[in-house]
């Protein structure tokens, strides 16, 4: 079966429009992916962390001078946390 010529005849016109979906497509292809990716992934590694404490400064001085390291356990709920408290130790939410 034979297609009419006005069907297969290449013009500006589709050469324009075959190029703005080769160029766009992909590029809001990338965009969306990425904004799924932030929806469906929890927050690792926790976003708020005590500060490590300073050289020269001693446990025994304020609260505000200490800190625990920087890492995080998954808690069995699925949840991620830092470490807290004067010890600091790990506390899931479920604790």
Known sequence: MALPK???????????????L???LPILSFYLGMIYQ?????????????????AGSSPTQNNSET?????????????WVGRTGLQCEFVCPSQ
């Open 67 to 79: 800190g625990c390291a920087a890492d995080a356990k998954e808690c069995p709920d699925g949840s």
């Open 22 to 24: 080769f160029i766009s």
């Open 38 to 54: 932030n929806m469906i992934t929890p927050a690792y590694p926790p976003t708020h962390y005590e500060p490590i404490q300073t």
């Open 6 to 20: 006005s069907f297969t005849k290449v013009t500006t016109f589709s050469k324009t429009l075959a190029m703005i």
